[in-house]
C-alpha cells in the first residue's frame, strides 16, 4: 500500500469503483480505493440491477442516460462483461393523472435527446404478457432500460480503473480522517496511515460513518427493500420462444412494484408503504455480505395489487426473496460533491440506483475534483441541497416518506408533510392563524398563500389550476392596488465584511458593487462563464455589504464563498439563516404605510429606488431595502427575529387605513412573472452564460478582472447561443410547471434544440451512443417526436405560471438566440399536459414596463 497519493476513494461499491475510473480516466492515477471487506460488501452484490433513466429531475436523468451508455467502454476496457441486458421498458398508468405525469416526462424528453414514446397498454402487453392491460389506461415506452449484472459491473470498474493505473487496497478498514494544516488529509486505516490530498466518502451503507470522522452528519438513511425471484415459468420461455425477445422491464405506479424477466423467470419489487428503515442510527461494521430475513406481511398489499395487475406472475411459485439495504437521501437522488465547511472531502453517497446512476455520479465528482466543476448541472444531487436541519430524525422522517412515495406522483402544488414543522419564525402561529397556507422552503416553514376564512387551508393538489387561484388573484390585487406584506424570512442572507471585503465581492461578482447606502443587483459566474449566483447585494458601512440571495443555494454559495476567501483573514462572511428574518411590503400605499412606521424622511427623494438604509420600523431596529421582488414600489424589511412580531403588528395596524393585505410566496411569484423576472434555480442555472440568462446590464466587463470575465467577453464578442425569453400562453386551466417544450413554426433552422447540460457534456443517440461534434446537429433532430410539419420542437419552458394581474398565463424559457431576435420568426406553441397552446413572445414586462413604479 503506498503511503501518498493525489486521492483515497473509500468504498469498493459500484459508486467507489465508478469514481476511482472516471478519476482514472481524467489522468489522476495516483489514487487509491480502500475496501474494507471484498468488493461489493455494501449494497451493490444484492442489487437487482435494473437501470433506467428516467428521473423527476431532467438533468439527472441525463445523467442516467450515460450511465448506460458507458456500460459497453467498461467491458472493453476491463474484459469482464456486465451481463447487460438492454430490454427496454414500461411505465403503466392507471389513472388519467399518472398519464398526465407520463405526458409531462414524454415532452421534457423531446429537448433532453429520449426517445420515449407514449403507447397503449394493449401495445405494453404485446411485450410484457403477464399484465392484465385492463387496469391501465397507458403506458410510457423507454427503449433505454435493462438490468445487469451488478457484482460483474462493479468489478467491470474497478478492473477498468486498475488498467488505467490506479490501486485498490481491499480488506482495509478506514477508522479515522484527520485534516493537516495544508488541507491534505491522513487516512488512518487499519493497515497504517495514507496521506491523500483528496479524499472521497464513497461508504454506501457506511457513508453516514464515515461522514462522521470528519464532524458531517449526511441526510442519509438505509432501508430495508425487497425483491422476489419466481422459479421458471413456461409463460416466460415461450415468450422467449416465440419472438425471440426477452421480457421487457415494467413499472407499475399503482402497486409501487417494478417487475422483470430473470433467467426464466420473473423478478419482482416493492417500494411498500409500510417501509422499514435499517440501522437508523449506527450502521454496525461487522455487516458484511448479508441478507435481512424476509417479511412477506409487509410488501403484501404491494403484492395483492401486483397479483392483479400481473396475474401471470400469481400463478408462479416463490423460488427466493432478497430483502437488502441500501440508502437514500431525502428526495431520492444521491449526495455528490464537496462538502461545505472541509477542504477536499468530497462525497459520493446516497445512490440509490447505483446502476442507472453511478457512472454519471462518478464522471460528475470526477470532473469536479480535477476541473474544479462537475461540468453538469448537478444541482439535483448536490450534497449542498440540504442545510443543518436535515439532522438524524428528520432524514429518518423524510427519507421514510421519500421511499413510501417513490412511484406516487408530486403535484406541482404538493407540499410533502414529513418531518414538519422543523423550522419557524415568530410569525408561524399569526400566519396560522391568518388560515396560511404554509410551505416548507428550505427547511423553514413560510406562507404560500391565505385561504378565505372558513375554509380549510389546505392545498388541493392538480396539475391544473386549482383551489389557491381565486385568493391569490385576491392577494395580487390587493397588493397592486393598496399594499401586501409578506414574510421573506426565507431569503438567504450574508454579510460580507473586512478591510478586503469590496475587492473580494469585486473579484467574485460581475456588477460593480454600490456606493454606501445604495443595492444592486448581481450575477455571480464561474469560470466557465456559467451563472451560479443572482444576489442582491447593499453597501452597509465602510467594509461591510449585506447580501441576499436564493435560499435553496445558501451551502452551495457558501462553499463558493469560501473556496475564494483570500487566506490574509481580511474578508469574514457570516450566513446569517434564521437569526435574521424579513418582511416585505409591497403597492403604492406601501410608502405611506411605511413612514408611518419610520421617524425619517422616506420620500421619494429622500430614501430612492435601490437604497439601503438602517432605521427603526415601529421601534424596533431594521435594515430596509427600497426594492421588491414584486416588481412594485416596495420595502424590504429585515431584522432580529425577536422584532418580527412588533414589527409585523405595527405594518398590520398602520396599514389598516390602506386595507393592507397578507400576500404568500405563491403571490410573490405570480407577480414576478408579469415583470419578466427570473428565478434562480429555474431560469438562473449553471448551464447558461448570463447573457443567455438575459442579464446583460449586470455584466461589467470593464470594471475589474471578476472570475468568469474571460468568458463572458468570449460570449459577449460571439453572441449568446440561447436567449431567455418570456411567453404569454394561451392556456386552458392549466399553466406550465417548468420542463415543457417550447413548439415553434419555423421556416429555416435556428439551431440547437437540446438543453445543454453543461459545459463539453456528452450526448447520446438513441442507441445510448455519445453523439460528439458535428453529429451531434444531426443526432439531435433524430430524436423523436421534436418535429411536426413546419414545427419544431426549439426550447424549453423553466417556470411560469399564472400572472393574476395582468390576466394572463406566463411562462420563461430558452429557445435559440437567432430565433429569440427575429421578430418574423413566427408562432409558437407551448406543450402543456400533452397539448400544444398558442404562445407569443413578451418582450416588455406586462406590467409596468418603464418601471416607473417601482422607481416612483
Ligand atoms: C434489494 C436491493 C435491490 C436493489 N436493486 C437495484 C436496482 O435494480 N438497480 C439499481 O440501480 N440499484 C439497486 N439497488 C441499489 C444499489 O444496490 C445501490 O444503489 C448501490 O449498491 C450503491 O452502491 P454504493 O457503492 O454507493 O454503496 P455500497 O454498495 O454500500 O458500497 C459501499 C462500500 O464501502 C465499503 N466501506 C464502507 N465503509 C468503509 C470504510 N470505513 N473503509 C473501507 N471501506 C468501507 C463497504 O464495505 C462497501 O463495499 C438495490 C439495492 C437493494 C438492497
Redesign the pocket.
Known amino acids: 500500500m503506498k503511503s501518498h497519493v493525489k486521492a483515497v476513494v473509500?468504498?469498493?461499491?459500484?459508486?467507489?469503483?465508478?469514481v476511482l475510473y472516471h478519476l482514472a480516466k481524467a489522468g489522476w492515477t495516483d489514487i487509491m480505493l480502500?475496501?474494507?471487506?471484498?468488493?461489493?460488501?455494501?449494497?451493490?452484490?444484492?442489487?437487482?440491477?435494473?437501470?433506467h433513466t428516467l428521473n423527476g429531475d431532467p438533468n439527472v436523468a441525463k445523467l442516467q442516460a450515460y450511465t448506460v451508455q458507458l456500460y459497453k467502454e467498461i467491458e472493453e476496457i476491463s474484459g469482464q462483461s456486465c451481463s447487460l441486458h438492454l430490454t427496454g421498458g414500461v411505465m403503466l398508468a392507471d389513472t388519467p393523472e399518472r398519464m398526465d405525469f407520463l405526458r409531462l416526462a414524454h415532452a421534457k424528453g423531446r429537448y433532453l435527446g429520449m426517445d420515449t414514446e407514449l403507447i397503449t397498454p394493449s401495445e405494453a402487453k404485446a411485450m410484457f404478457p403477464l399484465m392484465d392491460e385492463t387496469n391501465f389506461v397507458g403506458a410510457m415506452w423507454d427503449p433505454v432500460e435493462g438490468?445487469l449484472d451488478?457484482s460483474g459491473t462493479?468489478i467491470a470498474y474497478s478492473k477498468a480503473a486498475k488498467k488505467l493505473g490506479a490501486e485498490i487496497v481491499l480488506r482495509?478498514?478506514?477508522?479515522d480522517l484527520t485534516q493537516q494544516p495544508d488541507g491534505t488529509w491522513n487516512v488512518v486505516?487499519e493497515q497504517g496511515t495514507v496521506h491523500a490530498e483528496h479524499v472521497v466518502n464513497?461508504?454506501?451503507?457506511?457513508?453516514r460513518?464515515?461522514a462522521r470522522m470528519v464532524g458531517v452528519e449526511l441526510p442519509v438513511l438505509a432501508m430495508?427493500?425487497?425483491?422476489l425471484l419466481t422459479e421458471p415459468m413456461p409463460e416466460v420461455e415461450e415468450f422467449n420462444k416465440s419472438t425471440g425477445r426477452e421480457m421487457i422491464g415494467v413499472l407499475d405506479f399503482k402497486g409501487e412494484i417494478?417487475t422483470r424477466q430473470e433467467r426464466n423467470g420473473i423478478l419482482l419489487?416493492t417500494y411498500e408503504k409500510a417501509c422499514k428503515p435499517w440501522s437508523p442510527v449506527n450502521t454496525p461494521?461487522d455487516f458484511g455480505h448479508e441478507l435481512l430475513p424476509p417479511d412477506l406481511d409487509r410488501i403484501a398489499p404491494s403484492l395483492e395489487i401486483g397479483f392483479k395487475h400481473f396475474p401471470g406472475i400469481e400463478k408462479a411459485g416463490i423460488k427466493q426473496i432478497?430483502?437488502?439495504?441500501?440508502?437514500f437521501a431525502l428526495d431520492g437522488n444521491p449526495l455528490v460533491g464537496p462538502v461545505q465547511g472541509l477542504t477536499n472531502f468530497w462525497c459520493?453517497?446516497?445512490?440509490?440506483?447505483?446502476?442507472?446512476?453511478?457512472g454519471g455520479v462518478g464522471l460528475a465528482l470526477s470532473n469536479w475534483m480535477v476541473h474544479g466543476d462537475p461540468g453538469f448541472d448537478v444541482w439535483g444531487m448536490d450534497v449542498a441541497r440540504f442545510g443543518e436541519w436535515a439532522g438524524l430524525r428528520y432524514t429518518n422522517a423524510k427519507v421514510r416518506e421519500n421511499y413510501s412515495r417513490r412511484f406516487s406522483i408530486r403535484f406541482p402544488n404538493e407540499e410533502l408533510p414529513a418531518a414538519r414543522p422543523a423550522q419557524t419564525t415568530p410569525l408561524y402561529d399569526t400566519m396560522l392563524a391568518n388560515n396560511a397556507v404554509m410551505g416548507d422552503s428550505w427547511g423553514l416553514e413560510t406562507p404560500l398563500w391565505f385561504a378565505p376564512k372558513g375554509k380549510e387551508p389546505k392545498d388541493v393538489v392538480s396539475f391544473h389550476r386549482s383551489n389557491d387561484f381565486g385568493p391569490i388573484g385576491e392577494e395580487v390585487r390587493a397588493t397592486r392596488e393598496r399594499v401586501g406584506v409578506t414574510e421573506i424570512a426565507n431569503f438567504a442572507k450574508y454579510e460580507v465584511s473586512g478591510p478586503g471585503a469590496e475587492e473580494f465581492l469585486n473579484r467574485l461578482m460581475t456588477n460593480r458593487m454600490p456606493k454606501a447606502g445604495r443595492i444592486v443587483l448581481t450575477p455571480m459566474i464561474n469560470e466557465f462563464g456559467k451563472l451560479i449566483g443572482d444576489f442582491t447585494i447593499a453597501k452597509a458601512g465602510e467594509d461591510r455589504f449585506m447580501i441576499w440571495g436564493s435560499s435553496a443555494a445558501q451551502k452551495y454559495h457558501m462553499r463558493w464563498f469560501e473556496k475564494h476567501l483570500p487566506k490574509d483573514g481580511s474578508v469574514r462572511i457570516h450566513r446569517f439563516d434564521q437569526t435574521l428574518v424579513g418582511l416585505s411590503i409591497a403597492g403604492p400605499k406601501s410608502r405611506d404605510l411605511l413612514q408611518k412606521l419610520v421617524d425619517v424622511d422616506i420620500s421619494t427623494k429622500a430614501f430612492r429606488f435601490m437604497d439601503f438604509r438602517e432605521m427603526a420600523v415601529g421601534g424596533a431596529p431594521c435594515l430596509v431595502n427600497r426594492i421588491t421582488y414584486t416588481g412594485d414600489l416596495g420595502y424590504e424589511i429585515w431584522m432580529a427575529p425577536a422584532y418580527e412580531r412588533l414589527v409585523y403588528k405595527a405594518i398590520k395596524d398602520a396599514g389598516e387605513e390602506f386595507g393592507v393585505v397578507d400576500f404568500g410566496m405563491r403571490a410573490l411569484l405570480s407577480m414576478r412573472l408579469e415583470k419578466n423576472f427570473p428565478t434562480w434555480f429555474r431560469e438562473l442555472r449553471p448551464i447558461y452564460g448570463p447573457l443567455e440568462g438575459s442579464m446583460d446590464r449586470f455584466i461589467k466587463l470593464e470594471k475589474n478582472d471578476f472570475i468568469g470575465r474571460e468568458a463572458a467577453a468570449k460570449e459577449q464578442a460571439e453572441g449568446p447561443k440561447l436567449r431567455r425569453v418570456s411567453f404569454i400562453v394561451d392556456a386552458a386551466d392549466a399553466d406550465v410547471m417548468g420542463d415543457e417544450p417550447i413548439w415553434a413554426k419555423v421556416s429555416k433552422d435556428y439551431g440547437t434544440v437540446e438543453k445543454p447540460h453543461g459545459y463539453g457534456a456528452p450526448r447520446f443517440d438513441t442507441s445510448g451512443q455519445e453523439i460528439r461534434g458535428s453529429k451531434a446537429a444531426e443526432g439531435a433532430s433524430a430524436v423523436r417526436g421534436i418535429v411536426d410539419g413546419d414545427w419544431r420542437v426549439v426550447g424549453w419552458v423553466t417556470s411560469g405560471g399564472y400572472a393574476h394581474y395582468v390576466q394572463k398565463s406566463m411562462a420563461q424559457g430558452y429557445v435559440p438566440a437567432a430565433l429569440a431576435e427575429d421578430e418574423s420568426a413566427g408562432l409558437f406553441e407551448i406543450e402543456i399536459l400533452g397539448s400544444r397552446r398558442p404562445a407569443r413572445i413578451n418582450v416588455e414586462a406586462p406590467f409596468d414596463p418603464s418601471g416607473e413604479k417601482m422607481r416612483t
Not at 10 to 18: A, L, Q, Y
Not at 34 to 42: A, F, M, N, V
Not at 202 to 207: E, I, P
Not at 224 to 227: A, K, S, V
Request: hydrophobic share 35%; charged share 10%.
Open positions: 473509500i468504498g469498493g461499491g459500484v459508486v467507489g469503483c465508478s480502500i475496501e474494507r471487506s471484498e468488493l461489493t460488501s455494501g449494497s451493490s452484490w444484492h442489487a437487482a440491477g435494473g437501470f438490468h451488478p462493479t482495509n478498514r478506514v477508522v486505516t464513497c461508504g454506501g451503507l457506511w457513508a460513518e464515515i430495508e427493500h425487497m425483491y417494478y419489487g461494521w432478497i430483502n437488502g439495504p441500501f440508502t459520493a453517497c446516497a445512490v440509490m440506483a447505483g446502476f442507472s446512476q453511478g
